[in-house]
């Protein structure tokens, strides 16, 4: 069976800052109509920084759209032209500062098939150095904190950690390193 849904109309119904909103009318496999409301964030990279003890470099930050506070991997958007290591060495200073030596592709997802568009990179940054100068982005209000690479793999499997990027690149950087 062809499941393949095509775009008979889009109507952008919101432009923001960061994301843009639009609703959809999809012609269905079997030639009926439907609506989908589709979010595209832009791309962004997940940084699983970690040192030669195995110590993850982590931030504590506020997340208004679920009222907590969540302890997630370091992490930012792709700015224009620019490559997922550029920006995961960017941000990896800019928020914990530390400088990796080595930046490592782990993998790569969609993080809401359902309704939005938005990629996640996860790269692993390793060979840290500390630099004086980090700075935040000035809207950016988040503490930094390290745990040991099997206390964070247990935090996820304990459902402590919500964050989808931090589950993604622990679960998997767990297996990859069960190899």
Known sequence: MDLEQKVVKREVVFKGRYVQTEVQTILLPDGRQATREIVSPPDAVGILAIDESSKVYLVRQYRPAIKKVT????????????????????????????????????????????????????????????VTDAQHDPDEFLEVMTLSFQKLFQKVINGEIVDSKTIVATLWYHQMKAR
């Open 71 to 130: 302890i997630e991997i370091p992490a930012g958007i792709i700015d224009g032209d620019e490559n997922p290591l550029e920006t995961a060495d960017r941000e990896c200073q800019e928020e914990t500062g530390m400088k990796p030596g080595s930046l490592k592709p782990l993998c790569s997802f969609y993080h809401s098939v359902g309704f939005s568009t938005g990629k996640i990179q996860i790269v692993v940054a390793e060979k840290l150095t500390p």
